[in-house]
């Protein structure tokens, strides 16, 4: 019997995978599903990083097809990202609507960063979030603190984003948020123009802008 087929943990598709890379496979995978996104900058993450850039792109690949998901390998930021494509993909994830107005602030901060500075990481805080969030959308109460510490919680698990409380911090406002490349990848946008468009879709009508009602005439 071969070693393939005696192993209940491991596809019969990929029998050319030796037996020392097979439990860091895994790993490397229920990375990917779980969270859709692999970061290896730190610690096993590194290792499991450079195994699937430098060994199993094509098996990873290969793999995620089916699931209507794309391999992004981003050398740069040391992540890979399953990427699931909307047109097709069964398993893309649902956000609610405060969550997805959360994540249009950040996408736009992402991108203002990216186009007008240089900085190799995009960091705020969340004092930062929730006054651009005010900013952003101007006739929307933002999401109370507990809701979006809930909310941004979330957006970690996804792998969009890092928090870092700093050790002279004092308040919870003053908690860093790093965005990762990811979030521009699950919200794509291809133009400001684009962004904007979805995100006034979220805008409630101004008042002073409302078109007036007309009275109704009495009829004799």
Not at 188 to 199: G, H, L, M, N
Request: proline share 8%.
């Amino acid at each position: 019997m071969s070693e393939t087929s005696s192993d209940p943990l491991w596809p019969g598709f990929w029998p050319d995978v030796p037996a020392e890379d097979r439990a860091p496979l895994r790993s490397i995978l229920a990375e990917l599903l779980g969270h859709g996104t692999l970061i290896g900058d730190t610690g096993a993450g590194r290792d499991l990083f450079r195994l699937a850039r430098d060994h199993y792109a094509a098996h990873l690949k290969d793999y995620l097809a089916p699931l209507a998901m794309d391999l992004i390998i981003d050398d740069d930021a040391l992540l890979i990202q399953a990427r699931p494509r909307p047109e097709a993909c069964l398993l893309l994830g649902q956000f609610s609507k405060d969550e997805t107005l959360v994540l249009l602030v950040l996408w736009r901060a992402w991108d203002d960063q990216r186009s007008h500075q240089a900085a190799d990481r995009v960091i705020l805080t969340i004092d930062d979030l929730w006054n651009q969030f005010r900013n952003t959308f101007d006739r929307i109460e933002p999401p109370q603190a507990t809701h979006l510490e809930a909310i941004l919680a979330k957006l970690k698990r996804h792998r969009l984003i890092r928090t870092h409380r700093p050790d002279a911090a004092t308040q919870p406002g003053e908690t860093l948020v790093e965005i990762l490349p990811s979030l521009a990848r699950t919200i794509p946008f291809d133009s400001i123009e684009a962004w904007t468009e979805r995100k006034d879709l979220y805008q409630p009508a101004d008042p002073e802008n409302a078109a007036p009602e007309t009275p109704e005439e009495d009829s004799e």
